[in-house]
């Protein structure tokens, strides 16, 4: 789901992790979808002050899309969600 040439439908943002801890899992679901989706990342993580492109290229034509983020056990932050719309976003970046 991360790598590839994109296609005219695929939805392709920059995820920036803007906080001190390693964000371990990435998922997102279009709104309404009642579980979450693959972790975007795998095996992958996205280390502090680390940018990644992400592609959800998932078939769907929706743009309004939930997320959730994990960070790593020794992290003292929660998982954090936020709903975005991801024809529209080029950056997002996590905050603590």
């Known amino acids: 789901?991360?790598?590839g040439p994109?296609?005219?439908d695929d939805l392709v943002f920059q995820l920036k992790n803007g906080t001190k801890s390693v964000l371990t899992h990435f998922y997102s679901s279009p709104?309404?979808?009642e579980k979450w989706e693959d972790d975007v990342f795998g095996d992958q993580v996205l280390n502090p002050g680390?940018?990644?492109e992400i592609t959800?290229?998932?078939g769907r034509r929706v743009c309004e899309y939930d997320m959730r983020f994990e960070f790593s056990e020794?992290?003292?932050l929660d998982t954090t969600t936020d709903t975005q719309n991801l024809c529209e976003l080029g950056t997002y970046t996590i905050h603590e």
Do not use: R
């Open 1 to 3: 789901m991360i790598a």
């Open 74 to 76: 020794d992290s003292d």
């Open 50 to 52: 680390e940018t990644i």
């Open 56 to 58: 959800i290229a998932d």
């Open 6 to 8: 994109a296609s005219a």
């Open 31 to 33: 709104v309404g979808v």
